[in-house]
């Protein structure tokens, strides 16, 4: 009887805790607090002590104080969000001045298609550097990225190609170019599971390469050096060894 006494006291005090302050969302939040919300927005957060309307409020953007007018403190205060990709999981939480036990949470959920369309002409010379980028942030993540060459899958092996995702963008990169490996239509194509199949084109055109410096004349220069140089010890060689005979 104790125990169960002791354990309703306990319940109640929780109650009263949790119940003291609380958060209302437009979007609505689910059970565990998360706001559902595209890029167009916004949401609107209005926080409420139940008990104490004549105590300040404060807004955290995760650690983050959040600048409240004066009129928009005291038991009731809202905060209006327009989302960018960066407001993704962020926690705003709200709670009494001066006595921090009492306070709510929420975090936002920004849903948000992968930024992938169109078509990108692209000319790399000949023995240079490839390197096409697909954005690839989405939530929710995608569930693949590829890249086809031609129509078919790019043979990594064959063309010399790396491919870098880093959770931003899929890179994928070939360090020597070669006119009959690269050239050609490339595409990257990305799978989300809420906003499906997204592509995008790149018609890559190699050209032939252009010397920086005239190397032609200074390698036979070079050369010219060399061989004067050989003929020279070996003319000589042949001194030596015959005066040591
Ligand atoms: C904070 O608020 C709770 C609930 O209203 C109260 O029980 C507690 O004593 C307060 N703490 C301080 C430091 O004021
Ligand atoms: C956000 O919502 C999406 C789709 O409902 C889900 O896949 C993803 O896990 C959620 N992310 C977080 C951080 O809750
Ligand atoms: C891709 O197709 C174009 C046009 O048909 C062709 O010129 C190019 O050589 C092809 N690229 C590769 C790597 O096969």
Redesign the pocket.
Known sequence: MILRAALFHLFLFCASQILAINITSDPGNDSEGVIHVGLEGPVSLVCALDTQPEEELVWLRHDAVVRLEDGNKKGRSAVCVTPIHEDNGAMFTCYQKGNSTVRASVTLNVTFAPNISGSEEVTVEEEGVLVLECDIRANPLLSSVTWT??GSLVDLRA?GFTVINNGLTSQLKASKVE???????YQCTVVSPMYGVRNKLFQVTTTGKTLKFPLGPIIAGVVVVALTALFAVVSRWKKITKCCK
Do not use: C, F
């Open positions: 060459l031609n063309g006119k009959s490996l690269h050239e050609g239509m």
